[in-house]
């Protein structure tokens, strides 16, 4: 499978976005919407202190069918209270209204600075007339709902008669354990819900959930997927295939979009006894400081990688038969770093994709996690983002 | 109880500290002695990739009595093989030569790069006659074992009729989880070592394995007590208070000196179930990059207290009964954020100790773990710390 060249919409899908004064000139409100009812299931976060949307949303998913989403940036309105809830419902109100549904058939997403309560009339008067914008770039969509993002995200691909389309944001606070902040995904093939929420929870599980900026768990994480069916049948393993493939390639974007990240982070890690333990362990490197700042300086200070095997107490490691390669070169056997070129090391982690594999010479299990190199740029972004 | 305004040794313990090549001029070799076989006990790492020092310290300690540390920075002799093994032996011999006493009574401490072999021979031959440069002052001894410390680090305390002495090192690579990198405490009291193994481990336990810079827990980690009993007998409860105290205080200092760090950040967790919670959250608080990123720009974006929290997805949090407060002021109540002055916050963040107090409203236990800010220095730090 190929995704395509420039993102589209499957049919039946459309978007709009606006600045409606959140922000001071960016797009801040982003409408997502389908021509019929779509099939939809969702994972959300697992923060304790999920966002009025996040609460909202769980109730709403149980519908199992969605006609919209709505999704403003700059307030995440969460730790809002009562009134958070209040105006999360509002939101879903005000985009069926415009939209000739119900609420309940609005998922609703907001992203940004927690603990401010949401300017919900802004909201309100602006998604006025937005039915009229909507159109089929995705890109639009994903505008509307960046932060910290470099830049907006899509991607669509093709399997059998239909399109597979993925809309995401995030940045930062990103170790998801659900979903991304926020990753919608558009399909017109036909599936019922409870097909949908197993296919989801299976991609979800291998690229979503195993993403990691910098090990902070927002409380407005979503993963969505909408199937309006306009597309007919597709074969389920094909679908699921290309739906996998897609969350992980959409995985390691936001993983490269990291706050300050100049290297995607990917840390495999090979011939654990189970594939929880191969998780712990990947995850465990991808978030290390130590790691993430060897990479960012291509600094062959590999000793690192046994530092934060070792630092995983609870995986069983065969500490005298341990292996790690750098881009396919080996810098650690039998536990022991290797005698190396320094050169070929540095040269190997300079490059903008930087592939550690670790093998725990312990059992038969794989897990890849995906991450980025740690830099001023997420200093920079970090201590003024409320204020900024 | 206070401090001394000088730190200074107990009776019969004195050290060395020497330039022996490991570094181009500064001191790399430091010899601890005690005039007469004191009894120890010790903790180390619980990293799986322990170094060869601490393989032959966990033998060393059985005897429960020492007569010397002999530690060196530069080369932490990890990952090195049964190759590493004979060196750290070679190490304790030599000192034990010096001193005039058993290679079976000397602990061996090496901090620096990993995975590179130990230059034994130029210890060897450095450490002869480093027991004539032996003398009181501990600051020396702590010279010799910086790595990227900014100062040397030493604290001692009165209690009875003895003295109490810390001298450590360590500011990155720090979750300690045993002990902090190298932390050396000398008594004069008199106790056996089955009794300073309970009181060390119960010092340790609220000091340093509450202490985190970065997360990543060093394969060095070591922490030794001595007792010489040269003050003869103390009161084991006066004793353990100035113990546990002075465990905190050398903790405080190495948060403070966290590689980059510019802030100390303490975070109090009360009103958890238990204890194991109090700690769990406590440190998840005290190890979030966005946390650590607010204190170091002062930015009041304390919403990021209730996401660190809420990540903790195995605490028993009462959402609706949770508060905070930052340096005395609150921010947080009934799980949501107060209207607060921005001001205020910002000020009270701008002072060098930080203190972020929870209530999880949950139950009555409570811990306190002890961190820093992160900064552009760590990423300064350690994206070429293995090239410089």
Same mark, same amino acid.
């Given at each position: 499978m190929t995704f395509h060249d420039r993102a589209r919409f499957p049919r039946g899908f459309r978007c709009a976005s606006r600045n409606v004064g959140l922000k001071p000139e960016a797009r801040d409100l982003t409408l997502f919407a389908s021509d019929v009812d779509a099939a939809a299931a969702a994972v959300f976060t697992r923060n304790q202190f999920p966002g009025a949307p996040i609460i909202l949303g769980r109730e709403t998913i149980k519908g199992g069918a969605l006609r919209a989403i709505i999704a403003n940036s700059?307030?995440?309105?969460?730790?809002?209270g009562e009134r958070g809830l209040q105006n999360a419902r509002r939101m879903a109100a005000a985009a069926a209204n415009e939209l000739g549904t119900e609420p309940g058939k609005v998922l609703v997403s907001s992203t940004g600075v927690i603990g401010v309560q949401l300017p919900v009339e802004k909201i309100e008067a602006g998604v006025v007339g937005m039915s009229r914008d909507?159109? @089929?770039?995705p890109l639009v969509g994903a505008e509307g709902i960046m932060t910290t993002d470099t830049h907006p995200k899509a991607l669509s691909a093709t399997v059998g008669g239909a399109t597979i389309t993925w809309v995401a944001k995030g940045s930062g606070m990103i170790e998801p354990n659900m979903a991304t902040m926020l990753s919608y995904i558009f399909t017109d093939a036909r599936f019922d819900a409870a097909t949908l929420d197993r296919l989801l929870r299976e991609a979800v599980h291998v690229s979503f959930n195993m993403?990691?900026? @910098?090990t902070d768990t927002s409380t407005s994480d979503t993963c969505v997927i909408l199937a309006n069916g306009l597309a007919g049948s597709v074969d389920e393993g094909a679908f699921r295939d290309v739906l996998v493939a897609g969350c992980i390639r959409m995985t390691e974007i936001l993983a490269r979009d990291g706050e300050g990240a100049e290297h995607l982070l990917r840390v495999t890690v090979r011939d654990a006894v189970n594939e929880s333990e191969a998780r712990y362990v990947a995850k465990a490197l991808v978030n290390s400081p130590l790691i993430k700042t060897m990479v960012h300086g291509a600094d062959p200070n590999v000793g690192r990688i046994l530092m934060a095997i070792g630092k995983c107490f609870d995986a069983t490691v065969n500490t005298t038969a341990t292996s790690a390669w750098v881009n396919g070169y080996q810098v650690v056997a039998n536990g022991e770093r290797l005698e190396f070129d320094d050169a070929t090391v540095r040269a190997a982690l300079k490059v903008e994709v930087v592939d550690l594999e670790v093998s725990l010479g312990a059992g038969q299990a794989t897990a890849r996690a995906y991450g980025c190199d740690l830099t001023k740029g997420y200093i920079d972004e970090n201590a003024a983002y409320y204020s900024s």
């Open positions: 700059k307030v995440s309105n969460v730790a809002t909507l159109q @089929d770039d993403l990691s900026v @910098d």
